[in-house]
C-alpha cells in the first residue's frame, strides 16, 4: 500500500500499517509554538504563522505525551536499517529529541537548517529566530542506515563556490544547510488564493534529506502530511511515499499536486556517486592483456622492485607475495599491507603509468 494519502489520525493511521515496512521517515510535528494574543508587524498588520488549531496543547505533560505516542508508532515502522528526520523550532526540538533518546532512537546528526529569508522579530526585542533544527536518528546505533556520501558531495552547495564546483572541487556535505523558507510560486493557496498552510516546507529541503537517506524504491514515509512536499519530493526521486494527514483540506490539495509530479530520472535520484566500482583482479588484467606476465612493477620513484607473476602475485626477493603485502615490505612500513593499487605503477610508452589508472581502463572498457 504505497503511494497514498491517508486522512485520518496519525497514531491510529500508523498503528494499521504493518512494522518495519518503512526505509524513511521525515517528520514535521506541531511545534507548539506558545503565542498568545495577536502577532502585529512593524506596519500593523496581522501575522497569522503561528494560530493554527492543530498547533494548540493545554501544557507540557500533554505535548510530550502527544509526542512519544507518534515517535512510538514512527519506531515501530522502521525497518532495522531505516532512519528518521525529524523537523523542529526551538519551542519543540529539545523535548522530541529528549524523548526520542529515551525511546532508544540512535542520534546520526542534527542540521540546522539557516533560512535566507527568515520571518523578522517584529516586536524587536531578541535575536531573530532565523533557523530551524532537524535531528536523524535510527532505531539503534547498530543500524545500517542509508547515506549517499559523495550524492551529498555533490548536492552540497553551501561550502564550495561556484568557481570550485565547476572545477570539479566536491566537500564533504555538513550540517549547516541554506534554503529559503517557501515563498512564491512554490507556496500553495486555497480556493480564495490564501496560504494554504503556514508551515509549508521548501521542497529543495526535502529533496535532499530523501536524495541523500534513501534509495530508488525506498518507502518513504511522512506522519504530518500537511501540503505533501514530501510526497513530492519522493515522488520526483523515484521512492514509494505513504502520507498521514488528518486536515482533509491539506489532502485535497495535496493530492492535486502529487498528480501533477513526475519522477525526474538523474545521476542524483539513482545515487550513482556512490555506486561501488566492479571488482577487477590483477589475474582479469593479464588474461586481457592489459598487464603482462613477467613486467616490473615500479613503486613511484622509478626503481624496479617486484615481477608480475602468471597468477597476479609479485616476485619479491625470491618471494612469492600479493600485490598489496608486497608493497608494504617494499615502502618498509609497519602495516602488514598497503593498497597496492595506490602505490605500484607499470612501464607504457617509456612512462610510468599508475596500475589504478589501468584498471580504470578495463572497467571502462
Same mark, same amino acid.
Given at each position: ?8 489520525? +496519525? ?9 518495519? %515496512? ?16 495577536? &502577532? ?10 503561528? *494560530? /493554527?488549531?492543530? *498547533?494548540?496543547?493545554? =501544557?507540557? =505533560? ?9 515517535? #512510538?508508532?514512527?519506531?515501530? #515502522?522502521?525497518k532495522p536499517n ?26 546520526? $546528526? /542534527? ?5 535566507k529569508n527568515p ?5 524587536? +526585542? !531578541? ?11 535510527? @532505531? %539503534? ?6 547515506? $549517499? ?5 555533490? &548536492? $552540497? !552547495?553551501? +561550502?564550495?563556490? =561556484? ?26 493557496? *486555497?480556493?480564495?488564493?490564501?496560504? &494554504? ?5 521548501? &521542497? ?17 514515509? *511522512? ?6 512536499? +514530501? ?7 523515484? !521512492? ?5 494527514e488528518r486536515d ?9 499536486? #502529487?498528480?501533477?509530479? @513526475?519522477?525526474?530520472?538523474? =545521476? ?19 588474461? /586481457? ?32 607475495? /600479493? ?32 596500475? %589504478?589508472?589501468?584498471?580504470? $581502463?578495463?572497467?571502462?572498457?
Amino acid at each position: 500500500m504505497y503511494d497514498i494519502i491517508i486522512n485520518g489520525d +496519525t497514531v491510529e493511521e500508523m498503528n494499521k500499517l504493518p512494522p518495519n %515496512s518503512v526505509d524513511l521517515i521525515f517528520a514535521d510535528p506541531p511545534y507548539w509554538m506558545r503565542t498568545e494574543g495577536v &502577532l502585529h508587524r512593524f506596519g500593523g498588520t496581522e501575522f497569522d504563522g503561528c *494560530d /493554527d488549531h492543530w *498547533d494548540k496543547f493545554s =501544557d507540557q =505533560d500533554s505535548y510530550n505525551e502527544f509526542t512519544k505516542k507518534w515517535l #512510538l508508532a514512527c519506531k515501530r #515502522l522502521l525497518k532495522p536499517n531505516g532512519s528518521i528526520w525529524v523537523i523542529g523550532g526551538m519551542q519543540c526540538i529539545y523535548s522530541i529529541g529528549g524523548i526520542m533518546q529515551d525511546l532508544g532512537f540512535w542520534i546520526i $546528526n /542534527d542540521v540546522v537548517w539557516h533560512k535566507k529569508n527568515p520571518t523578522p522579530n517584529f516586536k524587536g +526585542t !531578541r535575536l531573530n529566530n532565523s533557523h530551524e533544527t532537524l535531528i536523524w536518528a535510527t @532505531q %539503534s546505533p547498530k543500524a545500517l542506515y542509508t547515506f $549517499n556520501y559523495k550524492t551529498a558531495k555533490e &548536492l $552540497n !552547495r553551501d +561550502t564550495v563556490t =561556484d568557481e570550485e564546483f565547476r572545477n570539479g572541487v566536491r566537500k564533504q556535505m555538513g550540517s549547516v544547510w541554506r534554503f529559503p523558507v517557501c515563498s512564491g510560486r512554490e507556496r500553495l493557496n *486555497d480556493e480564495s488564493g490564501n496560504k &494554504l498552510h503556514n508551515t509549508q516546507k521548501p &521542497l529543495e529541503l526535502l529533496e535532499r534529506i530523501i536524495t541523500i537517506s534513501s534509495k530508488i524504491g525506498d518507502v518513504v514515509l *511522512d506522519p504530518f502530511g500537511g501540503t505533501m512536499t +514530501t510526497g513530492v519530493a519522493t515522488k520526483k526521486l523515484g !521512492r514509494k511515499y505513504i502520507m498521514i494527514e488528518r486536515d482533509e483540506k491539506y489532502c485535497k490539495f495535496g493530492k492535486i499536486r #502529487l498528480e501533477s509530479t @513526475q519522477f525526474q530520472n538523474s =545521476d542524483l535520484a539513482k545515487s550513482v556517486f556512490d555506486e561501488k566500482p566492479k571488482k577487477v583482479t590483477v589475474e582479469e588484467m593479464i588474461r /586481457d592483456k592489459y598487464l603482462l606476465e613477467g613486467e616490473y612493477f615500479y613503486l613511484k620513484d622509478k626503481s624496479p622492485v617486484a615481477v608480475l607473476c602468471p597468477d597476479g602475485k609479485l616476485l619479491y626477493q625470491n618471494q612469492v607475495l /600479493d600485490m598489496h603485502t608486497c608493497v608494504a615490505l617494499a615502502k618498509g612500513v609497519k602495516a602488514d599491507r598497503l593498497n597496492g593499487f595506490a602505490h605500484w605503477y607499470v612501464e607504457r610508452n617509456g612512462k610510468l603509468v599508475p596500475i %589504478s589508472e589501468i584498471r580504470e $581502463n578495463y572497467r571502462n572498457n
